[in-house]
């Protein structure tokens, strides 16, 4: 849904106090001994976010009903403001990233949500950034925009926006079918 500047950069200031509410939940317990769990979380956090985030954008994105549709319309029109209101988004970051991992280990838990909003923060920034922002040839957001400019002309390839990792892993960066193009 086409939706206003507020609900779609909201997350730019619920991100952060939803980080210091994490770390400070995590360190208030047990001070400076949470650290190796909840930065081990936060490690986890980040790459398990950029894994969802290809996957989530592969299938659900493009095939789950009305979440296709809304991306369809990103697809046709890129620099409208179109997207799930920001803070549902992030809540469902924060309960399927903190949930399964607090009964088990909260200090973990609260790290492994702090990267999974770091990774999805980042995934906003880049994704925005690609449709919004000059970015020349050796700027260090070029890579993403030639990655995510190419998704827009070919939409069964290159779904990773942070990273194109889990495109080379799963085959979708388009390298190998231009490779039997030229054959
Ligand atoms: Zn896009
Ligand atoms: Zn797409």
Redesign the pocket.
């Known amino acids: 849904m086409p939706i206003n500047k507020f609900l779609y950069f909201g997350d730019f200031f619920a991100i952060p106090l939803a980080l210091a509410l994490f770390a400070g939940l995590a360190f208030a317990t047990r001070g400076l001994a949470a650290a190796p769990a909840y930065v081990t979380g936060l490690l986890a956090g980040v790459v398990i976010w950029t894994f969802a985030e290809y996957w989530i954008?592969r299938t659900f994105?493009?095939h789950a009903p009305w979440l296709s549709d809304l991306?369809h319309r990103?697809?046709e029109t890129p620099q409208a403001y179109i997207g799930v209101p920001s803070f549902l988004s992030s809540g469902i970051v924060i309960v399927i990233a903190y949930t399964p991992f607090y009964a088990v280990w909260p200090v973990f838990a609260d790290g492994i949500v702090s990267g999974a909003l770091i990774g999805y923060a980042a995934y906003m920034v880049v994704h925005h950034a690609t449709h919004h922002w000059t970015v020349a040839p050796g700027d260090w957001l070029y890579p993403a925009r030639v990655r995510h400019m190419a998704?827009?002309y070919h939409?069964d390839l290159q779904?990773g926006i942070v990273t194109g990792f889990w495109d080379r892993v799963f085959g979708t960066t388009g390298r190998r079918r231009n490779r039997l193009a030229r054959v």
């Open positions: 954008h994105y493009h991306h990103h697809h998704h827009h939409d779904f």
